[in-house]
């Protein structure tokens, strides 16, 4: 499968298979689709350049797939390496998919390898973007998670640009 047909298999499995109605558009409007959310984490991480063309490559694939298992009813292509279900795996949880849930994703993040926490940087950037709907409580840990994750992919991966998007969005309080 070519990149821009997982990307069409990704936007028909969020506009036309949500598990709930109200999933197929992102909450902050209830008009953009949801799978901008996946698309914005793919492409960002396609264009960090100074990561490794494979971590790209797989990274781009699991980010567009991150959220697939959760809110759809659509199951992964076949196509997909075993590596990347498998990065794709560790990067869900059904724990983590409940409201309270974040807390535990929050949690077990920890555990998980390296590449998973650089990748959930990308999905927490992009919810911020439009985390207008968060209730103060809420947004206030998952800025905190934010930036933790920061952090870590700082530490890990050095001064990428996800980094520098996530500090500038948690800078603009």
Not at 16 to 34: L, Q, S
Not at 53 to 78: C, K, M, N
Not at 139 to 158: E, H, I, M, P
Request: charged share 30%.
């Amino acid at each position: 499968m070519k990149f821009e047909d997982h990307i069409q298999y990704v936007i028909k499995a969020h506009g036309d298979h949500p598990r709930k109605p109200g999933n197929a558009t992102r909450r902050f409007d209830g008009r953009t689709p949801y799978s901008i959310h996946p698309i914005w984490c793919a492409m960002t991480i396609c264009a960090e350049t100074s990561l490794p063309a494979e971590l790209r490559e797989i990274g781009s694939l699991a980010l567009l797939y991150h959220d697939l298992l959760e809110e759809t009813t659509v199951r992964l292509p076949d196509e997909l390496t075993d590596e990347e279900k498998k990065l794709i795996q560790e990067m869900t949880s059904e724990a983590w998919a409940v409201p309270e849930g974040s807390a535990v994703e929050e949690r077990e993040i920890w555990s998980r390898r390296q590449e998973v926490r650089l990748l959930k940087l990308y999905d927490k950037t992009s919810n911020l973007l439009d985390g207008s709907w968060m209730p103060p409580e809420k947004l206030k840990r998952y800025r905190r998670y934010t930036s933790s994750l920061a952090d870590d992919v700082q530490k890990n991966y050095g001064d990428l640009n996800i980094v520098r998007i996530a500090r500038a969005i948690l800078a603009n309080k």
